[in-house]
């Protein structure tokens, strides 16, 4: 037991386990935040690998819509419901 109270009386050794309490606990980058950033980081990457991978799909389209005029022109009638001049339209909505 008195070995042990040795080493309590040490300054550099209770210099040195208040540090590592401030550090691990009390100070604003201590552990659990560094390991909630880490998450948040690790979902925004999926996040920013989902969005790249859509803007992909979606440059794939529009140039595949800009070759083709055909399907163009089913793209501009199926979604924005444009039709010619000698045309009439009719919506029918599925209930």
């Known amino acids: ?28 980058n201590d552990i659990i935040s560094q390991f909630t950033l880490r998450s948040k980081l690790s979902k925004l990457e999926d996040q920013r690998d989902f969005y790249m991978e859509r803007k992909r799909k979606i440059k794939e389209e529009r140039e595949e819509l800009l070759s083709n005029y055909e399907l163009l022109e089913k793209f501009a009638r199926e979604r924005y419901l444009m039709k010619k001049k000698t045309e009439d339209l009719y919506v029918i909505i599925d209930e």
């Open 1 to 28: 037991m008195g070995k042990y109270l040795k080493y309590t009386k040490n300054f550099y050794f209770i210099f040195t386990v208040l540090f590592i309490v401030w550090m691990v606990f009390i100070d604003t």
